[in-house]
Structure formats: structure tokens, C-alpha cells
């Protein structure tokens, strides 16, 4: 699957009794049932084959944009391959969805989106994966976060295959309710576009997202939100 650089290259019960002559009554014999074993009740989880439909839709991703109509393309079900990025350890943090992060990994479910507007100022990455657990997916979140810590403050350049080069920097990670962001600046950016990765774990699902347009400082965290959203109503 190909990937556009997106700015670089979603009882009671009652009881009577009557009263009666007296009577002799043997004491009544009560017998009473074990109790019943506890029940269990398997966590809800995001299904594998419906992942695709967490992703946000051209409206909530307009949303992002003062509200300009969205372009989606099509759904990818595996990671990308056609970008490479120097130096290497920055590949996972600066984009989404790439084989470098994912690959080797158990995930059983994945969906990848490019979404963008008329004149492609404003261009969404958004990614989602599933996995067989929760913890699963959370552990794949830390390692996502540990890898990114590598790559703060780090100039770099991605090349597409086929393609054109981008140059950008990124700035410095933070983590805050469950989200790491990382804000990232094309080196050419005259018109002040910016880009935001933000990524997060929700049930079973890692979401992995980046945001490019003038000031998009929030928009990858919104975008994120937004998804993980989706996949909590699943409980």
C-alpha cells in the first residue's frame, strides 16, 4: 500500500398467610442449592474486521479544518512500505502506519487512511490497529512512545518512493491522558504549516495518526481523541 506524505512528501415479591385452628405441624425441611458458581464476562473488544469503521469520517476530519469538505482515500489493510526516512530511528515517530513500527507484530486487524482537502493544505494520516488483547495494545503503545523518545529535537528526511523528498524537524514528545504527541515542522514552510503525530491505545486498538495544515498544534491529539472515542463505545 502507498502512502501520501501528508504535508510532507474517528423484585419484590409479597407473601400472606391466612390464619388457622391450631394444629400440631412437623418443622418444615428446607433444603438449600449450593451456590451458583460466579459468572464471567469477557471484556468487550474492537473487532479485527471492523476496525476500518472507528476511522474518522470526511465530516469529522473537516471538522480539523474549519469545516472545508474532505477527500478519503481508499482503506489500506497493511502497513505502509513506501516511504523510508533518515535517520532510521526517527521512521516510527514521524510516520504512521509505516512497516518499520508494525511489522513483526501481532496485530489481527489494521485500517490506513490519507484524507484531504481541495488544495491539500490541510492532509490527514490516520491508522488503526487491533490487536488480540488490551494489554497487547497497550504494551505496543509504550513501545511506540519509547521509540519516539529517540527522535526529539531531531532534524530528518522522508522520501516516498517514486517520488519526492521532505524535509522537517521534529520538536519534543509530551504525554498527556493516555496521548503522546509529537509536533513536527517541514523545513520549507512558508504559509506556517505545521504537523502533529498523535498516538493511543483504546480496549484493543493502537491508534496511530498525523495531522499537517497552518497551526495544526492540537489537531493530531483531536484527531486521535476522536477515534479512541469511537472504539470506547464499544463497551
Same mark, same amino acid.
Given at each position: 500500500?502507498?502512502?501520501?506524505?501528508?504535508?510532507?512528501?474517528?423484585?419484590?415479591?409479597?407473601?400472606?398467610?391466612?390464619?388457622?385452628?391450631?394444629?400440631?405441624?412437623?418443622?418444615? !425441611?428446607?433444603?438449600?442449592?449450593?451456590?451458583?458458581?460466579?459468572?464471567?464476562?469477557?471484556?468487550?473488544?474492537?473487532?479485527?474486521?471492523?476496525?476500518?469503521?472507528?476511522?474518522?469520517? &470526511? %465530516? %469529522?476530519?473537516?471538522?480539523?479544518? /474549519?469545516?472545508?469538505?474532505?477527500?478519503?482515500?481508499?482503506?489500506?489493510? %497493511?502497513?505502509?512500505? $513506501?516511504?523510508?526516512?533518515? &535517520?532510521?530511528?526517527?521512521?516510527?515517530?514521524?510516520?504512521?502506519?509505516?512497516?518499520?513500527?508494525? +511489522?513483526?507484530?501481532?496485530? $489481527?486487524?489494521?485500517?490506513?487512511?490519507?484524507? *484531504?482537502?481541495?488544495?491539500?493544505?490541510?492532509?490527514?494520516?490516520?491508522?488503526?490497529?487491533?490487536?488480540?488483547? %488490551?494489554?497487547? @495494545?497497550?504494551?505496543?503503545?509504550?513501545?511506540?512512545? $519509547?521509540? *519516539?523518545?529517540?527522535?526529539?529535537?531531531? @532534524?530528518?528526511?522522508?522520501?516516498?518512493?517514486?517520488?519526492?523528498?521532505?524535509?522537517?524537524? !521534529? +520538536?519534543?514528545?509530551?504525554? $498527556? /491522558?493516555?496521548?503522546?504527541?509529537?509536533?513536527?515542522?517541514?523545513?520549507?514552510?512558508?504559509?506556517?504549516?505545521?504537523?502533529? #503525530?498523535?498516538? !493511543?491505545?483504546?480496549?484493543?486498538?493502537?491508534?496511530?495518526? #498525523?495531522?499537517?495544515?497552518? /497551526?495544526?498544534?492540537?489537531?493530531?491529539?483531536?484527531?486521535?481523541? !476522536?477515534?479512541? /472515542?469511537?472504539? @470506547?463505545?464499544? #463497551?
Amino acid at each position: 500500500m502507498a502512502l501520501v506524505l501528508a504535508g510532507l512528501v474517528v423484585l419484590r415479591k409479597d407473601n400472606s398467610a391466612e390464619s388457622a385452628s391450631p394444629t400440631t405441624t412437623s418443622p418444615a !425441611t428446607t433444603t438449600t442449592a449450593p451456590p451458583s458458581p460466579p459468572t464471567t464476562t469477557a471484556p468487550a473488544l474492537a473487532d479485527p474486521m471492523a476496525v476500518a469503521s472507528y476511522l474518522a469520517s &470526511p %465530516e %469529522e476530519a473537516g471538522s480539523l479544518a /474549519d469545516n472545508r469538505p474532505m477527500t478519503p482515500g481508499p482503506i489500506g489493510k %497493511e502497513p505502509y512500505r $513506501n516511504v523510508t526516512v533518515e &535517520p532510521f530511528a526517527c521512521t516510527a515517530a514521524t510516520v504512521p502506519g509505516i512497516e518499520a513500527a508494525y +511489522g513483526g507484530t501481532a496485530f $489481527n486487524g489494521f485500517a490506513a487512511q490519507n484524507v *484531504w482537502d481541495a488544495d491539500e493544505k490541510f492532509k490527514i494520516v490516520q491508522v488503526i490497529a487491533s490487536f488480540a488483547s %488490551e494489554k497487547e @495494545a497497550a504494551s505496543f503503545f509504550d513501545r511506540q512512545v $519509547n521509540s *519516539w523518545d529517540q527522535c526529539t529535537d531531531t @532534524a530528518f528526511v522522508a522520501s516516498i518512493q517514486g517520488g519526492g523528498q521532505d524535509r522537517a524537524s !521534529t +520538536g519534543v514528545m509530551t504525554k $498527556n /491522558d493516555g496521548i503522546a504527541v509529537l509536533p513536527i515542522t517541514p523545513t520549507a514552510s512558508a504559509d506556517g504549516r505545521t504537523c502533529e #503525530r498523535a498516538i !493511543t491505545s483504546r480496549l484493543n486498538t493502537f491508534i496511530d495518526v #498525523r495531522v499537517c495544515g497552518a /497551526d495544526a498544534g492540537g489537531d493530531g491529539v483531536a484527531l486521535a481523541r !476522536t477515534i479512541a /472515542d469511537k472504539v @470506547a463505545a464499544t #463497551r
